[in-house]
């Protein structure tokens, strides 16, 4: 493991002995990577090092995975325990499945305790003893003395294990427990399928389907290829084992192997995963393993890891700044996971098997994910993937056009091809949007017009799972009231009023596709509906208060509290959430008062670490001025931009990035706080850029604001299938820790006035140079603000 959090000092020198061991005109940026930052208190998607970008195989160890409820909570693997129960393969929002864990000894077929580890088959490690890094883990199981190494392809978990000399040298495959995010087992099937081979699947009722897609369940399904015939083997239930036992199914079950090894007897199994088959599963080991070695894929899995990084390469002098850079981008690029087989096939909603469309050469043209929703996304994940991987962005948005084909609706949030939407929105029309106006077109418009639109319109027969459930009275009313609805599975919400703010922003969104289309009259209604947030202004208060249906304001408003009309925050954060129109937000608030509030919303923040100080807890600081931790507030400190004060976004951007983010277990995103699927991590690799779009892309013609660039250069490789130009390269001058302040700012050599820039600029390619000062220039960037709805006719 790499100890960051020992001194900076030590870090320096890792980084730079780890540089001197690739050859001199080599890029590593692995080795800035430090997965174990943010790993205290994550969620169950968060730790897993032996995966790719992208990746179906996520392995990871668990320290506290066994037997969780199953909901979002955190837990999986948490920096700060001593012992491991084992190695899991599927980690995504709502799914988890498969672990293997080595042992000697005695035969135990539970984990046990944190607590208690002499309880289960869970063992102890030397903390010292571990490693991680951007695809490869290893880990030395000190009760057992045996070595644990993980790697993994696209689709193909790898596990080398080394063991002492034992007569008792045992393999516990656990697949009918609650996993992480899993939910309810159902049934869980395994069975030996050869000498060396195993079989099964997983069935599993996550939370979330309970409400979204209650008639739905996950599927896994795996093929398990070992090097060495077990002596000996069998099946269990709990603690109940039946030895000689060829097959198991049911639930809360499982499979054993006994071997006899010699010292340092090396076992490999290399494990094939599918969410639509067990032939799959097992054609997607074959691919995935032909010729390849344990150490082969290892090695693939760093040079892949590489190129991905590597679209993006940062030169400075400050090696913390570099691997909070390159850790955010790897979370970014690991936080979404394929659904799709190496044959193109996929998991339908309807339960069946889905085809992508092949190419010439046979391969399917594109992939499909599981994903979480892309709630507040688009001040982060959305605009980084636009802009280095735009090949990911439209793979990604074509696989729910496949499911809105299917279904009639597009999801938020997809789980082996059933819903799971987090938060009961749906941003997917906005983001179809910002992806055609960022040039990323190489999909059905039409399609996409047509879903985006009735994202933003339809009510009529709407599942539950798409979202936006009270999209009716937002349509007909022109807000949505305060009130509780109550969830199949008895959670209650009352967001009506957050809601509003968000339906009205995606509806800004699409209304500029509809007019880059030229549907004039959908324009006119879906702007119309844009400017709904205005329905739940109090002019009294100057805050955005919920509304009964009645039309009157909630009695007893607390503007600070957190929950009432508002998801994950409060009416101080969300008053704010009016993207689309910042000018017109400004007009009723008046300057004075936007520049008043937002400024004491800073200053007090900064004494918390913009969210809730030391406080380790998801949801913490929902009840402050601002919450960095949670996505409602990520475009607050860019808003200086629109109010005549750009020196201080740049002043708080690069204090944010300073200080709410750190490079440690517990101080990485926050303390403990939800870094989410890597949206903070990306938001620090924008900020560290220097470009920020408030609007998510959501205009016609998109805009990055500037900010307080990080690194001396840095030199972003652009997909010319999309964009006009080969890179993008931002330079400072004159840039340290005191000097923060843009002085003046250039564009292959010709000046920039304004405080943004047109993207479409910036994807043309050229030198964007940034003159940096300790002291704010006030003259600069103050003439015309960035582009407003009210603003921009």
Known sequence: MKVFKLCFLFLFLFASA??????????????????????????????????????????????????????????????????????????????????????????QTIPGSLNAPDSGYRSRFDKKSEHAEPGYYSVYLEDYGVKAELTATERVGYHRYTFPESKTSRIIFDIGHRLGESGEVKEAI????????????????????????????????FVIQLN????????????????????????????????????????????GLSFTSIKNARENLKAETAGQSFNTVRKAAHEKWNAMLGRIKVEGRDSVDKVKFYTGLYHALLGRGLASDVNGQYPRHDGKIGQIPLGKNGKPTYNHYNTDGIWGAFWNLSQLWALAYPDFQSEYMQSNLDFAEETGWMHDGVAAGAHTNGVQTNYFGLMLAATYNSGIRDFDVKQAYAAAYKNETGYANRPFGSGKYDLHYFVNNGYIPSKDTTLANGWVFNFGTSHTLEFAFSSYAVAQFANALGKQDDYNLLMKQAAYWKNIFDPETKYIRPRYENGEFIEKFDPMQAWRGFQE???????????????????????????????????????????????????????????????????????????GKPWLTQQWTRTIANEFYGAEPLH????????????????????????????????????????????DKVTIQLDQKYYGGKSLVIETRNNSKQNMYIQSVSFNNKKIDNCWIDRKLLTNGGVLIFDMGPRPNTNWGIGAPPPSMSTDK
């Not at 099964?200 to 996950?218: N, R």
């Not at 109940?240 to 006994?258: A, R």
């Open 18 to 107: 780890s540089q001197a061991q690739v050859t001199k005109n080599e890029f590593d940026p692995s080795v800035y990577v430090d997965p174990q930052i943010g790993s205290v208190h994550g969620r169950w998607f968060f730790y897993t090092p032996a995966s790719l970008p992208f990746g179906m195989a996520k392995l990871a160890p668990h320290t506290n995975g066994y037997g969780s409820h199953g909901g979002w909570e955190p837990c999986g693997y948490d920096d700060r325990h001593r012992s491991i129960e084992g190695f899991g393969h599927f980690h995504e929002f709502q799914i988890g499945g498969l672990v293997t864990m080595p042992i000697t000894g005695a035969l």
């Open 190 to 221: 395994i069975r030996l399928s050869g000498s060396k081979e195993l079989e099964g699947s997983i069935e599993t009722y996550p939370e979330y389907l309970k409400f979204c897609d209650p008639e739905k369940k996950v599927k896994m399904y």
């Open 228 to 271: 060495k015939t077990a002596q000996s083997y069998g099946t269990f239930k709990d603690t109940l084992v039946y030895l000689n036992q060829k097959e198991s199914v049911g639930v809360g079950n499982g499979m054993f192997l006994n071997f006899a090894t010699r010292k340092d007897e090396v076992i490999e199994m290399q494990v």
């Open 569 to 643: 925050g409060n009416a101080v954060q969300y008053t704010w959430y009016v993207p689309q129109d910042i000018a017109g937000l400004m007009n009723l608030l008046g300057k004075d008062l936007f520049n008043e509030r937002l400024e004491n919303t800073f200053n007090e923040s900064r004494k918390s670490t913009f969210g809730g100080g030391q406080e380790i807890n998801s949801f913490s600081g929902l009840e402050k001025l601002y919450n960095h931790g949670n996505q409602p507030c990520l475009h607050h400190s860019w808003l200086f931009n629109y109010s």
């Open 668 to 711: 990485g995103y926050g303390f403990g706080q939800d870094e989410d699927q890597g949206q903070l991590g990306a938001w620090y690799v924008m900020a560290a850029l220097g470009l920020f779009d408030v609007q998510g892309h959501a205009a016609m013609n998109p805009t990055f604001q500037f900010g307080s660039p990080l690194f």
